[in-house]
Every structure is written in structure tokens, then in C-alpha cells.
């Protein structure tokens, strides 16, 4: 699971040669804003970045859940200070899983 977030926070872009120190698997809510779409649980990835990257990547936590593809993972933005709700932030694909 630490190699998926490694590949998929270096196909999004945020950075590179990077190690993962914590992943946990959680069942939350994604929130949609248009009325069209209702809220739902989901499965979501919560990664933190090990010490000894650089210092804007340190003790940060990242969350996504699973794309509209295989080789796609959907980034979220969480809503609530606890992290229960989430919202789409964006969608990246080319994530080469096992």
C-alpha cells in the first residue's frame, strides 16, 4: 500500500523520490455540492510522508479514493478538521498498481 502512495503522489505531480511513513484505510463520507449527486461513503487512503523529505512535504497528510479507472485514484480535500468528510479536489491516472 506504501508503494501505491509513493506512485500515486509522484503521478499527481507533488513530488518526487518520496516515502511513505504511515497509510490507514478508512470508510467516509465524500460530499458532492451539486444536489444532483448524494453524499456517500467511501473507502479513502489517508498517507503521510516520512521525515527526511523536504520540509514542505513533512507531516502532512494526503487522501484519495479510487478512480473512475483501475489505473486512477480521485485526491480529496477534507471538509472537517477530523477528517470524516471529503470533497473531489482532482483525478490522476497512469498509476501502474501491482
Known amino acids: ?8 503522489h509522484e503521478k499527481a505531480g ?17 460530499v458532492f455540492f451539486n444536489e444532483d449527486y448524494r453524499t456517500r461513503k467511501v473507502d479513502v487512503v489517508t498517507y503521510r510522508i ?3 523529505t523536504s520540509i514542505h512535504e513533512r507531516r502532512r497528510y ?3 479514493t479510487e478512480g473512475i479507472r483501475k489505473d486512477c485514484v ?19 491516472c497512469g498509476i501502474k498498481v501491482f
Open 14 to 30: 507533488y513530488a518526487t523520490d518520496v516515502h511513505v511513513d504511515e497509510v490507514i484505510l478508512n470508510l467516509r463520507s465524500l
Open 50 to 52: 516520512e521525515e527526511g
Open 1 to 8: 500500500m506504501k508503494e501505491l502512495c509513493c506512485t500515486a
Open 62 to 64: 494526503w487522501y484519495f
Open 74 to 92: 480521485f485526491y480529496l480535500d477534507p471538509l472537517d478538521s477530523r477528517g470524516r468528510e471529503f470533497k473531489l479536489q482532482r483525478l490522476v
